[in-house]
């Protein structure tokens, strides 16, 4: 996520208007002193009209950012909007605004200029799509008179951060992060615990410290009505705890090749699963049963292990480009196939989604995995896709590629499920 964020900077920094005359600011987001909203014309066709008004979001569930379309031409083709975004220095983003033009093709808004953003309406909302890199928003109408720095109540569309119990640890309980999206309204609600991965080569401790959610999955199951929680597990995020997930004795070299190691990383790492799932599943908004388990990456692997370990805990698996080593990794055939071996217990349904020319795990070698998954009597569907800009590790930021599969997947899943 950092990446993509850091790219929105450096593109939304080209188009500072350079005014700084402002009504006031909301969430940190600065907007101009004589914004207005004009009724549509009666010439412009619908759905043109619809955009008209204040939208608030956040880019990926971080950046807060405002979208005011102010004016629609009278042909319905074309808008006035301003273009606001909150600082963020982590990413190195500062607060800006811009007035600029757009273009309305059916339901669709795109504006003009350096910001290569788009804007679907869906509903009584917009879905939002930074272009270059994929990063999303959901943005829902806000009154102007709302927008204030006081405002409260707002839908931002971002995550709600909340800790639960993890593992014992030198004697003491910690506790895990958990960024949690849910559907509006009080439940009980289905649950899919998605867990994240590495960070790469593990030699970068401020990595460690990041938060991660996939706002694009987050997104498509809170529309569904599923709740999503993404647990950061001990020394990821805000949790408590050593992040010692297979590292090599000198931890400046990153993770370890060494399959006793890595084996105990990944075992470690299961016991915070198995404690965030035990914590989430007793909270009052989620759906008595069996959970939804999923991940990305090391987290992918994590969740097939943990079904086969659970199999009364879990109704079914979404493996996203999931391993524990990369094929850089002499040992990384042996490592990886033990770990999806453990899932070869669970009976029940699983969704294998990666990407052709992923730097970690080749399409062969993880057809492999799902052999050998399969062999310990596991069941499931593999599907490899060719990601847009060849980096098949990033799956999961596509969700053109993934929605239809993973909606077939979940409604399976409802048609099975205990009434």
Same mark, same amino acid.
């Given at each position: 996520?950092?990446? =993509?964020?850091?790219?929105?900077?450096?593109?939304?920094?080209?188009?500072?208007?350079?005014?700084?005359?402002?009504?006031?600011?909301? =969430?940190?987001?600065?907007?101009?002193?004589?914004?207005?909203?004009? &009724?549509?014309?009666?010439?412009?066709?619908?759905?043109?009209?619809?955009?008209?008004?204040?939208?608030?979001?956040?880019?990926?569930?971080?950046?807060?950012?405002?979208?005011?379309?102010?004016?629609?031409?009278?042909?319905?083709?074309?808008?006035?909007?301003?273009?606001?975004?909150?600082?963020?220095?982590?990413?190195?983003?500062?607060?800006?605004?811009?007035?600029?033009?757009?273009?309305?093709?059916?339901?669709?808004?795109?504006? %003009?200029?350096?910001?290569?953003?788009?804007?679907?309406?869906?509903?009584?909302?917009?879905?939002?799509?930074?272009?270059?890199?994929?990063?999303?928003?959901?943005?829902?109408?806000?009154?102007?008179?709302?927008?204030?720095?006081?405002?409260?109540?707002?839908?931002?569309?971002?995550?709600?951060?909340?800790?639960?119990?993890?593992?014992?640890?030198?004697?003491?309980?910690?506790?895990?992060?958990?960024?949690?999206?849910?559907? @509006?309204?009080?439940?009980? #609600?289905?649950?899919?615990?998605?867990?994240?991965?590495?960070?790469?080569?593990?030699?970068?401790? &401020?990595?460690?410290?990041?938060?991660? *959610?996939?706002?694009?999955?987050?997104?498509?199951?809170?529309?569904?009505?599923?709740?999503?929680?993404?647990?950061?597990?001990?020394? +990821?995020?805000?949790?408590?705890?050593?992040?010692?997930?297979?590292?090599?004795?000198?931890?400046? =070299?990153?993770?370890?090749?060494?399959?006793?190691?890595?084996?105990?990383?990944?075992?470690?790492?299961?016991?915070?699963?198995?404690?965030?799932?035990?914590?989430? =599943?007793?909270?009052?908004?989620?759906?008595?049963?069996?959970?939804?388990?999923?991940?990305?990456?090391?987290?992918?692997?994590? @969740?097939?292990?943990?079904?086969?370990?659970?199999?009364?805990?879990? +109704?079914?698996?979404?493996?996203?480009?999931?391993? *524990?080593? $990369?094929?850089?990794?002499?040992?990384?055939?042996?490592?990886?196939?033990?770990? #999806?071996?453990? $899932?070869? &217990?669970?009976?029940?349904?699983?969704?294998?989604?990666?990407?052709?020319?992923?730097?970690?795990?080749?399409?062969?070698?993880?057809?492999?995995?799902? %052999?050998?998954?399969?062999?310990?009597?596991?069941?499931?569907? #593999?599907?490899?896709?060719?990601?847009?800009?060849?980096?098949?590790?990033?799956?999961?930021?596509?969700?053109?590629?993934?929605?239809?599969?993973?909606?077939?997947?979940?409604?399976?899943?409802?048609?099975?499920?205990?009434?």
């Amino acid at each position: 996520m950092v990446w =993509r964020l850091a790219v929105i900077v450096a593109v939304a920094g080209l188009c500072m208007t350079g005014q700084v005359a402002q009504a006031g600011r909301v =969430r940190g987001v600065p907007l101009p002193d004589n914004v207005s909203v004009a &009724a549509a014309p009666d010439s412009a066709p619908q759905p043109a009209g619809s955009f008209l008004g204040a939208w608030i979001g956040t880019w990926s569930g971080s950046i807060p950012h405002v979208l005011i379309v102010e004016r629609v031409d009278p042909d319905g083709k074309g808008a006035q909007v301003v273009y606001a975004l909150a600082a963020s220095p982590d990413y190195g983003i500062e607060s800006q605004w811009s007035r600029r033009r757009a273009i309305i093709s059916g339901t669709t808004l795109t504006l %003009e200029g350096a910001v290569p953003a788009t804007y679907t309406l869906d509903g009584d909302t917009l879905r939002a799509t930074y272009q270059p890199v994929r990063d999303y928003a959901r943005m829902r109408r806000a009154a102007l008179s709302d927008l204030t720095e006081a405002a409260t109540g707002l839908d931002w569309s971002e995550p709600r951060k909340v800790f639960v119990d993890g593992p014992v640890e030198n004697g003491a309980t910690t506790r895990l992060e958990v960024a949690l999206f849910r559907p @509006s309204g009080p439940g009980p #609600f289905p649950l899919l615990v998605f867990n994240h991965g590495s960070t790469g080569l593990g030699r970068d401790p &401020a990595r460690f410290t990041q938060t991660y *959610w996939s706002f694009p999955l987050a997104d498509e199951l809170v529309r569904r009505g599923w709740m999503v929680a993404f647990p950061q597990r001990r020394g +990821r995020g805000r949790s408590d705890g050593l992040y010692d997930e297979g590292f090599d004795p000198d931890r400046s =070299r990153g993770y370890t090749c060494d399959a006793p190691i890595a084996l105990a990383g990944a075992e470690r790492a299961l016991a915070d699963v198995a404690a965030a799932v035990t914590a989430l =599943r007793r909270r009052d908004d989620v759906a008595a049963g069996p959970i939804l388990i999923g991940g990305q990456s090391r987290g992918g692997v994590l @969740s097939i292990a943990f079904a086969g370990r659970h199999p009364d805990l879990v +109704r079914g698996v979404v493996n996203v480009v999931g391993g *524990w080593l $990369g094929e850089a990794c002499g040992s990384a055939a042996e490592v990886n196939a033990t770990l #999806f071996r453990i $899932g070869g &217990a669970f009976p029940g349904p699983t969704l294998w989604l990666y990407g052709h020319r992923d730097p970690y795990y080749s399409v062969a070698h993880s057809r492999r995995n799902f %052999e050998a998954f399969r062999a310990a009597g596991g069941t499931g569907e #593999f599907l490899a896709f060719d990601v847009p800009g060849g980096v098949g590790h990033a799956v999961g930021w596509y969700r053109e590629l993934w929605q239809e599969p993973v909606g077939r997947f979940l409604d399976r899943l409802a048609e099975t499920s205990p009434r």
